[in-house]
């Protein structure tokens, strides 16, 4: 590791120099990269770098999303970002500049965005971004110190996953081909509709389907039943027929089609996890094969349903008797 220029500091990732104003010490961030830190840091003791003057919010939060969420999002989420700064962060920083934004109103804009007409999650959502936003303007040099307080997310109520019963998945798989094949796959594979629609029969290998553009980035192995294996092997090129259809689309086709009002194309995947776990099924497997990079997301399949809850206290009354 190069040595760091006299005045120069290491916290972390970012690098930092100590200025004293009024007879107090302020850190101010020089960003994360070397050079630019050292131009940076010749700047102030020229006299001629102050960071984040004039510099708005919003004008934070487009150079945020410019140098930071394109080259690490999907085009898609990056939209979203982009429409999560103009209606909420905007709306409640509309000229406030970012060196001056306190933890005391982020914490505030908790509390307004929990009185907009908003999910819990989405709440939740749009203050991770908040956090991501500050906390690249220290690391960009834009900020002394991201002004994050603890516990600016709110704790979410757990939910159970959105599993579909064994008579909803039985009347999905009524409703004839090819959209019957498309359910049979996704509630044996578990994969995710974008990967669903990229899977081709020359993926499957030794009874495994390998799915390689993941939302990971990481190459999955994904084991197939002996039926759907067979049925995979008599298919020809893509797997999934309704790739130019997005989700919500297939979704409202296949409820008009079977009656089940409230299916979504993700619920065969949660279906696909909890019969898993029910069965007897591995956690760090099924980790792996939904392609969960941590343990803990896997495990809000751990919960079983009430029917295996009653039949397990059956068993154990039973041998009792």
Request: proline share 4%; with cysteine; hydrophobic share 40%.
């Amino acid at each position: 590791m190069p040595k760091l220029p006299n005045g120069m500091f290491r916290r972390g990732r970012s690098l930092y120099t100590r200025l004293r104003a009024g007879g107090v010490d302020r850190w101010v961030c020089l960003g994360s990269e070397l050079s630019a830190a050292r131009r940076r840091l010749n700047e102030i003791r020229a006299g001629g770098f102050q960071p984040g003057r004039r510099l708005t919010v919003g004008d934070a939060a487009q150079r945020w999303i410019e140098s930071y969420v394109r080259a690490r999002r999907s085009p898609k989420n990056v939209r979203v970002a982009e429409k999560r700064v103009e209606k909420y962060l905007v709306a409640f920083f509309p000229y406030r500049r970012v060196d001056q934004v306190t933890r005391e109103e982020l914490m505030q804009y908790r509390i307004w965005l929990g009185k907009q007409e908003i999910a819990p999650q989405t709440v939740s959502h749009v203050l991770a971004d908040a956090r991501c936003l500050f906390r690249w303007c220290e690391d960009a040099g834009l900020i002394a110190r991201a002004p994050v307080p603890h516990g600016l997310l709110p704790r979410l109520q757990e939910r159970p996953p959105d599993r579909l019963t064994d008579d909803e998945v039985g009347r999905l798989l009524a409703i004839g081909e090819p959209h019957a094949f498309v359910i049979r796959f996704l509630l044996g594979t578990g994969l995710r509709w974008s990967e669903a629609c990229r899977a081709q029969a020359s993926h499957l290998e030794r009874g495994m389907l390998v799915v390689s553009r993941t939302k990971s980035g990481r190459v999955r192995r994904v084991p197939l039943g002996a039926e759907l294996e067979s049925e995979i092997r008599g298919h020809v090129g893509r797997l999934v027929a309704f790739t130019e259809v997005s989700a919500g689309s297939f979704a409202r086709a296949v409820r008009r089609r079977s009656g089940v009002e409230r299916f979504h194309a993700h619920q065969l995947r949660h279906t696909f996890a909890c019969r898993w776990l029910e069965r007897g099924g591995n956690l760090a497997a099924l980790q792996q094969i939904l392609g969960h990079a941590s343990i803990e997301t896997t495990q809000r399949y751990a919960r079983l349903t009430d029917e295996v809850v009653m039949r397990e206290a059956a068993r154990i009354a039973g041998g009792h008797q």
